[in-house]
T-cell receptor
Framework: DQQVKQNSPSLSVQEGRISILNCDYT??????FLWYKKYPAEGPTFLIS?????DKNEDGRFTVFLNKSAKHLSLHIVPSQPGDSAVYFC?????????????FGTGTLLAVQP | NAGVTQTPKFRVLKTGQSMTLLCAQD?????MYWYRQDPGMGLRLIHY???????AKGEVPDGYNVSRLKKQNFLLGLESAAPSQTSVYFC????????????????FGPGTRLTVT
């Protein structure tokens, strides 16, 4: 039972355009949502998070939107750069600081074409 | 600061052999985690620890054991390796506020690629 789903295994966009990565979840008890970025042969690195009590969080070129009624979140990257090419994992946390445990989606490979 | 380090980086085992993966962090984090990453599966939590001397099961704990004898180290053991345990293993650590509704970033190591033949 996949509680966090990323239905697009890959996405290709042109440099300078917007990249939109999507994620759906099933557990309404999740209290935090995160995006991690992963380059080949490296560990994932934290990108941006959003609390379940908010609907938008912005950090530079990266914005995460949360639609709780649809159980859907998205990551917008504007403008996209070739260095953004990586696998992006959506993740969710339940229980907050008691354990900080995460449930990850399957990932979306983003390719930004110069 | 080295952050989170993992030893070894690569390993090939034969079915039935045993091994231990070592994770070390120098950030004085309370919480530590072991994940495995398989194609099309994302990262799945194997075991985790919320403090020295404590461990708990994650999503996919079968076939693995862990120990957290020192705060900075988290060991993952495979007693009798199986081909199904071929994977990339990631260790992570995080600070802990211990507060509900608060999440603290998990910092990941570079991974260990394990092949079981």
């Amino acid at each position: 039972d996949q509680q966090v789903k990323q239905n697009s295994p890959s996405l290709s966009v042109q440099e300078g355009r917007i990249s939109i990565l999507n994620c759906d979840y099933t557990n309404s008890m999740f209290d935090y949502f995160l995006w991690y970025k992963k380059y080949p042969a490296e560990g994932p690195t934290f990108l941006i998070s959003i609390s379940s009590i908010k609907d938008k969080n912005e950090d530079g070129r990266f914005t995460v939107f949360l639609n709780k009624s649809a159980k859907h979140l998205s990551l917008h990257i504007v403008p996209s750069q070739p260095g953004d090419s990586a696998v992006y994992f959506c993740a969710a946390s339940v229980g907050g600081g008691a354990t900080n445990k995460l449930i990850f989606g399957t990932g979306t490979l983003l390719a930004v074409q110069p | 600061n080295a952050g989170v380090t993992q030893t070894p980086k690569f390993r090939v085992l034969k079915t039935g052999q045993s091994m231990t993966l070592l994770c070390a962090q120098d950030m004085n984090h309370e919480y530590m985690y072991w994940y495995r990453q398989d194609p099309g599966m994302g990262l799945r939590l194997i075991h985790y620890s919320v403090g020295e001397g404590t461990t708990a099961k994650g999503e996919v704990p079968d076939g693995y054991n862990v120990s957290r004898l020192k705060k900075q180290n988290f060991l993952l053991g495979l007693e009798s390796a199986a081909p199904s345990q071929t994977s990339v293993y990631f260790c992570a650590s995080s600070y802990s506020t211990g507060l509900a509704g608060v999440w603290d970033e998990q910092y990941f190591g570079p991974g260990t690629r394990l092949t079981v033949t």
